[in-house]
T-cell receptor, first 113, second 109 residues
Framework: EAQVTQNPRYLITVTGKKLTVTCSQN?????MSWYRQDPGLGLRQIYY???????DKGDVPEGYKVSRKEKRNFPLILESPSPNQTSLYFC????????????FGPGTRLTVT | GNSVTQMEGPVTLSEEAFLTINCTYT??????LFWYVQYPGEGLQLLLK?????DKGSNKGFEATYRKETTSFHLEKGSVQVSDSAVYFC????????FGTGTSLTVIP
C-alpha cells in the first residue's frame, strides 16, 4: 500500500530535550516536506526537499532541522524544543512533474512542556 | 508573494444543502490549485486539482474552477452529506505549496 508514515504519532516532551520525528514514504517520491498545523493558521511549511541531499527552508524553519540522506526518509529534528513548537506536524511527499500532488502522513501531535 | 485566502469558518449546513467555500489566491506565474480535505484525526487528502486557467477539478460531487481573471478557486457541492463533515483546505503550488487556513464544515442530518 502506498503511504507516508510518521513516528511517533503522539509525543509529550520537556523543553530542551532533543527529539526526532521520522517520516518515510514507499512511493519513490522525490519531493518531501514538513508542515505544522496550528489553529487559525492552517498549514505552514517548515522545510522541504526536492531530492536526496537537497533541502530548503519553508516559511517557518526556525528551531527545526531536517536531513535527506535517503530518498524514502525525511526526519524532522528539534534540537532544543520549546513550548511554542507544540503543534500538529505533517509530513508529505510527491512526485516531481507538472503537477505536484502531495500525499500526507497521519500527523504527529507534539506537546512541549 | 504567494498566498491563499479562504473563507472563515466554521460552516454548518443541513444535509442536501448547497455548499460554497470561497478561495482566492495571489501568485506569480501560473500555479496549480488544489483542494484538500482533512477528516477528524487524519492527514490531508487531495480532493481535487486544476493545473491551468478554466480547468475544472471534480471529485465525489465537489467541483472547483480555476478562474485566472478573478484569481479564485471556489469549492462547490450541490448536495452535502453528513459524511462531508471535515476541514477543507485550498492550496496552490508555485515553487512550494501554500495552504489556506482551512474551513471547517459540519453537516447536520
Amino acid at each position: 500500500e502506498a503511504q507516508v508514515t510518521q513516528n511517533p504519532r503522539y509525543l509529550i516532551t520537556v523543553t530542551g530535550k532533543k527529539l526526532t520525528v521520522t517520516c518515510s514514504q514507499n512511493m519513490n517520491h522525490e519531493y518531501m516536506s514538513w508542515y505544522r498545523q496550528d489553529p487559525g493558521l492552517g498549514l505552514r511549511q517548515i522545510y522541504y526537499s526536492m531530492n536526496v541531499e537537497v533541502t530548503d527552508k519553508g516559511d517557518v524553519p526556525e528551531g527545526y532541522k531536517v536531513s535527506r540522506k535517503e530518498k524514502r526518509n525525511f526526519p524532522l529534528i528539534l534540537e532544543s524544543p520549546s513550548p511554542n513548537q507544540t503543534s500538529l506536524y505533517f509530513c508529505a511527499s510527491s512526485v516531481r512533474g507538472s503537477v505536484y500532488e502531495q500525499y500526507f502522513g497521519p500527523g504527529t501531535r507534539l506537546t512541549v512542556t | 508573494g504567494n498566498s491563499v485566502t479562504q473563507m472563515e469558518g466554521p460552516v454548518t449546513l443541513s444535509e442536501e444543502a448547497f455548499l460554497t467555500i470561497n478561495c482566492t489566491y495571489t501568485a506569480t506565474g501560473y500555479p496549480s490549485l488544489f483542494w484538500y480535505v482533512q477528516y477528524p484525526g487524519e492527514g490531508l487528502q487531495l480532493l481535487l486539482k486544476a493545473t491551468k486557467a478554466d480547468d475544472k477539478g471534480s471529485n465525489k460531487g465537489f467541483e472547483a474552477t480555476y478562474r485566472k481573471e478573478t484569481t479564485s478557486f471556489h469549492l462547490e457541492k450541490g448536495s452535502v452529506q453528513v459524511s462531508d463533515s471535515a476541514v477543507y483546505f485550498c492550496a496552490l503550488r508555485a515553487n512550494q505549496f501554500y495552504f489556506g487556513t482551512g474551513t471547517s464544515l459540519t453537516v447536520i442530518p
